[in-house]
């Protein structure tokens, strides 16, 4: 099992990103552990142990939450409910760090429909088998609308210390990045294209991916406590 696991993190070279830059995060904690993003690491090494937990749940008879040999390997459930997670906790940033008041009122209902979304999905698929498709894109979109809206305010501010030094700016971009591209390529897995489309649809996704937590990583090294905004 460890040479299968080290086999399998080299072949998935994101997962050791997600725990480097939690390891970052922790480091650099004091120049955020009073702002909107003061549970990020408990969010990235959540991420990690997600992936590592798929893993053996799809390679391991000890982690497998189905007795049925059909749906031994089945760990889609996990993965529906971290998505959910990530999306409540970054909708909060969001409404947290705004000092626009209506804005405030906009996510906060933004967060109960993404509850009530992923409730509807889960009614008309099975979340324990199934992935939660339109849910994911629905509230990728949402998500994409407070990432516009922040940068807006941010592009009206008037600030001594740079953008290049603000954590959330940097995350913003890396999160605007990502779920830019997560609902189209979940759309065309959804519309099945073809192999000659989809072949080309994975690296898409796991450039996104480490271009998304290299923003992160950017961010918490040149972040700086009074440029946060």
């Known amino acids: 099992m460890p ?36 549970y990020l690491p408990m969010v990235i ?20 939450f189905f007795s049925d040999d059909r749906f031994a390997w089945h760990n ?35 967060s109960v429909s993404c509850v009530v979304i992923y409730v509807i999905n889960a009614i008309f698929c099975n979340p324990l088998h199934d992935q939660m498709t339109y849910a994911h894109i629905a509230v990728s979109l949402a998500l994409i609308a407070i990432l516009v809206l922040y940068f807006k305010e941010k592009a009206k501010e008037e600030n001594p210390q740079p953008l290049k030094y603000n954590l959330l700016f940097w995350v913003s971009i890396g999160l605007l990045a990502f779920y830019t ?18 072949v080309y649809l994975r690296p898409i996704l ?24």
């Open 3 to 38: 040479n299968e696991l080290f086999k399998y993190l080299i072949a998935h070279f994101y997962i050791p990103l997600y725990l480097l830059t939690w390891i970052i995060a922790v480091y650099r904690y004091r120049r955020y552990f009073d702002t909107p993003l003061k």
């Open 45 to 64: 090494i959540y991420t990690f142990f997600t992936e590592l937990l798929g893993y053996f749940i799809k390679y391991s008879n000890e982690f497998q």
């Open 76 to 110: 889609v459930i996990i993965y529906n409910v971290y998505q959910l997670v990530f999306f409540l906790f970054f909708f909060e940033v969001y409404r947290k760090n705004t000092k626009n008041e209506s804005i405030k009122k906009w996510i906060f209902y933004a």
């Open 181 to 198: 591209l997560f609902p189209i390529i979940l759309t065309m897995y959804k519309l099945n294209l073809g192999i000659t489309v989809n």
């Open 206 to 229: 796991l450039s996104s991916i480490v271009f998304q937590y290299g923003c992160f990583i950017i961010g918490l090294l040149a972040g700086k406590r009074k440029a946060f905004r």
